[in-house]
């Protein structure tokens, strides 16, 4: 079974810094799909970014951005130009591609980003 | 394009009793997945929707079931409830093709009594 861990319970960083979040991932398959999700007080989640394992670039979106390691199973994500609005619970997902049958996402137990002014 | 929408946003209901969560996913989407989220385990995935059928189940016990209709609505329900299924009650609606990513609903408080 897929397993997703983020180690890092708890973040801080100072506004306009950057602050990057640790995800590693187990799995035996080669071909999958990892995603960053943000989930605000409001509750809702939303993604940030997602990366496709059998890409080596790894994924940008404005500030944030990914380090994608697949030998290592590590795939971090890096909040530039950290804002109030970044603080929220960052979840980090595996997905298998859909024609895998399985279509869940396995989560990370997340972490929790504060921003300081 | 309206988004997934969920309700009701807040449930509260005694031990014993069932429940029934409704989601509408987002237009054109035939994926509909049930997240359940606590403070001790996380988000754990319930069970997938897709073309009115279920396509998998997650490790939960027989009082929680699904179902998806013609227009890819979905409801879950928890029959006999207990105290630890209170939660939040996440769905998530995908076209199920390629790299798309699910889209989330603002979820369901279920409290327990």
């Known amino acids: 079974a897929q397993t997703v861990t983020q180690s890092q319970p708890e973040m801080s960083v100072q506004e306009a810094e950057t602050v990057t979040l640790s995800c590693t991932y187990d799995?035996?398959?080669?071909?999958?799909?990892l995603f960053w999700y943000k989930q605000p007080p409001s509750r809702q989640m939303i993604l940030v970014i997602r990366?496709?394992?059998?890409?080596?670039q790894n994924a940008t979106e404005n500030r944030f951005s990914v380090n994608f390691q697949k030998a290592a199973k590590s795939f971090s994500l890096k909040i530039s130009d950290s804002q109030l609005g970044d603080a929220a619970m960052y979840f980090c997902?595996?997905?298998?591609?859909?024609?895998?049958?399985?279509?869940?996402?396995?989560f990370g137990k997340g972490t929790k980003l504060s921003v300081i002014p | 394009k309206a988004g997934v929408t969920q309700t009701p946003r807040y449930l509260i209901k005694t031990r014993g009793q069932q429940v029934t969560l409704s989601c509408s996913p987002i237009?054109?989407?035939?994926?509909v997945s049930w997240y359940q989220q606590t403070p001790g385990q996380g988000l754990q995935f319930l069970f997938e929707?897709?073309?009115?059928?279920?396509?998998n189940k997650g490790n939960f016990p027989g009082r929680f079931s699904g179902r998806q209709f013609s227009n890819s609505r979905s409801e879950m329900n928890v029959s006999t409830l207990e105290l630890g299924d209170s939660a939040l009650y996440l769905c998530?609606?995908?076209?199920?093709?390629?790299?798309?990513?699910?889209?989330f609903g603002q979820g369901t408080r279920l409290t327990v009594v």
């Open positions: 998530a609606s995908s076209q199920r093709q390629g790299p798309t990513e699910a889209f």
């Open positions: 799995t035996s398959e080669s071909d999958y799909y």
């Open positions: 990366q496709e394992a059998y890409k080596q």
């Open positions: 997902a595996y997905r298998l591609p859909s024609g895998a049958g399985s279509y869940q996402l396995t």
């Open positions: 237009s054109g989407h035939r994926s």
């Open positions: 929707y897709f073309s009115e059928t279920q396509r």
